[in-house]
C-alpha cells in the first residue's frame, strides 16, 4: 500500500469518526467535513479537506464563519497529499500554523502476532473496555484524559462527555492495562483502536506517571495492533506530536513515517481554541 493510499483511507477515517461523534458538522461540498462540540474540545476541526480534488476559497471561508458564529476558533488538518488549493486559500484567509502531528503507518498481516519491543514487565495485563459498563467506560476516559497531565488536573466533566462517546462508538474499542503490586491492581494507562475499512487508528495513549517505563505503552500498542490484525486491517495508523515519546516507542516497532500533518488555524478575538 502506497502513501497516496493510506493517506487516503486515515484522512478519510478521521472525517467521518470525528463526525459521527461531534454535536454538529458541516458537509465539504469538495470533499471533507467540519465538525464541532463545545468550545475548547479537540474534535472541534475540520479534516478531509482538498483529499478529493481542488477546493474552493469560499468552501474555506464558509468553515471558518461556520466555526467562528459559535465562539471557536477555526481549525484545519492539513495533509501534505491534499490538494494545493486548500493551502494557498488557506493562506489568503489568514490561516496561521499552530502545529504539526506524524502520521505514522505500519503494515499488518492476519497471520502476524506483535510482541512488545521490550519485554514487558509480567504484572502487566491489559483488558478491553465493555461499552455498557459504564465505570468502565469513565474509568478509561479518565486514563486517557491524565496519563499526560499535571497530577492535579481535574479533568471537567463535559469531557468525560465526549470521551464517553469515543468509547461507545461502534468501530472503536478501547483498551486498559493494569499492573498489579504487593498492594493489589491499579489501572495504569489507556488506549483505544478505530477501525475503518482496510485501516485501524491507535489513539488515545496515555499511561499514568507511577507506571512509566515499564513497558505498558508497548503492551498497549501490541494488543491492539494484534487486534486489528485479527479484523482484517491491512494498515495500521498512529498520530503522534514530532518527536515525542509515542513516536519514539511505536517505531521501536515497526511503525514509519507516512506523512506530516499540519494544523492550520484563524485565531480572534474571544474565539477558543481546540484542546489537543
Given amino acids: 500500500m502506497d502513501i497516496l493510499q493510506i493517506a487516503q483511507l486515515e484522512e478519510t477515517r478521521l472525517a467521518i469518526g470525528v463526525a459521527e461523534i461531534s454535536d454538529h458538522t458541516l458537509p465539504i461540498k469538495s470533499g471533507g467535513v467540519a465538525c464541532r462540540g463545545m468550545p475548547g474540545w479537540w474534535n472541534n476541526t475540520a479534516a478531509g479537506l482538498g483529499m478529493s480534488g481542488p477546493i474552493e476559497r469560499e468552501e474555506i471561508e464558509q468553515v471558518a464563519k461556520w466555526y467562528e458564529a459559535a465562539g471557536i476558533e477555526p481549525r484545519i488538518e492539513g495533509c501534505p497529499l491534499a490538494d494545493a488549493s486548500l493551502f494557498k486559500h488557506c ?22 502476532h506483535v510482541q512488545p519491543a521490550q519485554t514487558p514487565d509480567p504484572t502487566i495485563s491489559i483488558r478491553i ?14 486514563l486517557s484524559m491524565t496519563g499526560f497531565s499535571p497530577p492535579d488536573f481535574v479533568p471537567p ?32 494507562g489507556a488506549g483505544a483502536l478505530e477501525m475503518h475499512d482496510e485501516i485501524a487508528c491507535l489513539f488515545g495513549l496515555s499511561t ?41 516507542n511505536v517505531r521501536r516497532m515497526g511503525f ?6 499540519v494544523f492550520l488555524t484563524r485565531a480572534g478575538p474571544g474565539l477558543v481554541p481546540a484542546r489537543g
Fill in 91 to 112: 493562506e489568503e484567509l489568514n490561516f496561521h500554523v499552530r502545529g504539526f502531528d506524524n502520521v505514522l503507518y505500519r503494515e499488518l498481516s492476519g497471520n502476524e
Fill in 129 to 142: 473496555v465493555n461499552k455498557a459498563d459504564e465505570a468502565e467506560v469513565r474509568a478509561y476516559s479518565r
Fill in 157 to 188: 466533566e463535559t469531557d468525560f462527555n465526549l470521551w464517553s462517546r469515543v468509547v461507545k462508538h461502534p468501530r472503536t474499542f478501547s483498551f486498559i492495562a493494569s499492573v498489579r503490586d504487593a498492594t493489589g491492581t491499579h489501572d495504569a
Fill in 208 to 248: 499514568l506517571q507511577p507506571y512509566r517505563k515499564r513497558g505498558v505503552q508497548q503492551s498497549l500498542i501490541a494488543a491492539r495492533l494484534n487486534l486489528a490484525a485479527s479484523k482484517g486491517a491491512r494498515v495500521a495508523t498512529i498520530g503522534s506530536r514530532p518527536g515525542a515519546g509515542t513516536e519514539r
Fill in 256 to 261: 514509519q513515517t507516512a506523512y506530516t500533518k
